[in-house]
């Protein structure tokens, strides 16, 4: 059919000087003008027609426009069905259409067509001009309609604009009755025909683009991640292992001197699990310490003062935090003749919150840590200012804050240029006595610490402001092909 489309135009172009409205074309030689389209953008690549573009804007009727133009406008609709005497308002809300008695109300009493007490409707004129629907005749004719009743009927959605597209069509410089078909490729029938001499062959184009590689490509949150790794990495930090997303009560909470009335440990804000609902592997002498500190103290702490349940802490959850790692590692480290030790992890962790732009239930912790003698605040400022000044944040602030496992404990807060304001990073502390000492760690020891989530850097790095086209059943795939290389302030 392309075929005899084409034939056509360059057939009518031998005796014609134009094709001036490729639709009527179309229509005239029975072809679909999506398809002459097609064959004349064709041809005007090989240059055998001139063609130009025809924009033409029109506006038509809706299907609400149309059924006014069929019925009349909802006003006089109303109006007609309002008898000299008046009629009960009841009544002739049984006559007419709900949406039409609706619009036709408020459209009547504009036009003071009609007066609406509260039981009754008189007519307040005796004759009534149906406009709206003699001006969708006028547009449904193709007649001239002034720019003032154009906008009224389109605020009342009774009519849209249309644009069609077309082309003029000329002779261009290749023209030729008939075109001939350049051959692309030198098949082995063409050389036992022997027609391959008389054959004009496509020429080769050697600046097109061949067919995208479809390989695999990094996530934003990846790129990311790999970046921060390497950060930890230059500074001398060794990765936990962070593959257990299933973490019992007593690691991710009670070892970390957090008691069992705590908020963050109802089940609002933290996932436990049905099966299996409970651990029966923890080391029992470092469970008793544990249980002792919470409820009458030691190492000159008063402790909680409560009456610590083991059933609580043998409760199994999905890790609100990566540093219940963190305190596998150091109870770990505490069994050992005491090195020094530097350790980061970042991986996802899982928290019983409202899902919205900001917050997911699921996110990435970056977390680290470091163990040492004699360890002070001012070695844990000295080691955040290196650690985001690699990430490309050289102001920063600290605020006090409050941690149940961390004293002293900070906020970090960092100086964003494009924003320009402060806004928070992350959390800092060092881990308390009551954390450490339980485990066996000599008491000269200190353990500074800071963590931050993955995903604000990243939404901030690629401009996304809402997680959920980050991290989720609704990322963009071609968000995913399209994401440059990340590189943060190394």
Request: glycine share 6%; charged share 30%; with cysteine.
């Amino acid at each position: 059919m392309a075929d005899e489309a084409e034939d056509a135009i360059l057939a009518y172009l031998k005796d014609n000087d134009e094709i001036s409205n490729s639709a009527k074309f179309a229509q005239d030689f029975g072809f679909g003008h999506d398809e002459i389209v097609n064959v004349i953008r064709r041809l005007h690549g090989f240059r055998f027609v001139d063609a130009q573009d025809i924009r033409r804007e029109k506006w038509v009727l809706t299907e609400e426009g149309k059924t006014y133009a069929t019925v009349g406008s909802p006003e006089f609709q109303l109006f007609s069905a309002v008898p000299p005497e008046g009629i009960a308002r009841e009544e002739l809300q049984k006559k007419l259409d709900p949406a039409v008695y609706k619009i036709g109300c408020q459209q009547a009493i504009k036009n003071k067509w009609v007066e609406m007490a509260k039981a009754h409707v008189s007519r307040k004129v005796q004759l009534a001009d149906d406009k709206v629907k003699n001006l969708l005749l006028r547009i449904q004719n193709d007649e001239a309609v002034n720019q003032e009743d154009i906008d009224a009927l389109k605020r009342r959605k009774l009519i849209i604009q249309q644009v069609w597209k077309g082309n003029s069509v000329r002779k261009g410089p290749e023209y030729a009755p008939k075109r001939k078909r350049a051959a692309t490729d030198l098949t082995r029938e063409n050389l036992q025909r022997g027609d391959w001499k008389e054959l004009e062959f496509k020429e080769y184009n050697f600046s097109a683009k061949g067919q995208p590689v479809e390989g695999g490509h990094l996530h934003p949150l990846l790129k990311v991640r790999r970046q921060v790794q390497t950060i930890f990495l230059n500074m001398g930090f060794e990765e936990m292992p962070t593959n257990n997303y299933v973490e019992s009560s007593f690691w991710n909470f009670d070892a970390l001197f957090q008691p069992q009335q705590h908020p963050a440990r109802d089940s609002h804000d933290t996932f436990f699990l049905k099966v299996p609902s409970t651990t029966k592997m923890l080391p029992e002498d470092y469970v008793e310490r544990v249980k002792e500190i919470h409820e009458s103290g030691g190492y000159q702490s008063r402790g909680y003062g409560y009456d610590w349940k083991r059933e609580e802490a043998n409760k199994n959850l999905l890790r609100t935090h990566t540093t219940a790692v963190s305190s596998r590692m150091l109870y770990a480290l505490a069994q050992k003749p005491f090195a020094p030790k530097k350790y980061y992890s970042i991986d996802r962790v899982f928290r019983n919150e409202a899902v919205d732009r900001t917050h997911l239930a699921e996110f990435h912790q970056i977390e680290g840590l470091i163990c040492d003698r004699g360890l002070t605040l001012g070695d844990l400022i000295g080691v955040l200012h290196d650690f985001f000044s690699r990430l490309g944040m050289s102001k920063l602030r600290f605020k006090p804050a409050y941690n149940p496992y961390t004293e002293p404990s900070m906020e970090i807060f960092s100086y964003h240029e494009g924003f320009k304001k402060w806004v928070e990073v992350g959390n800092s502390g060092m881990f308390r006595p009551e954390m450490l000492l339980p485990m066996g760690l000599p008491e000269d020891v200190r353990v500074i610490a800071w963590g931050l989530s993955l995903e604000r850097p990243t939404m901030i790095l690629y401009g996304i402001d809402n997680i959920r086209d980050l991290f989720g059943p609704k990322v963009d795939l071609g968000l995913i092909k399209r994401n440059p290389i990340c590189r943060l302030g190394l």
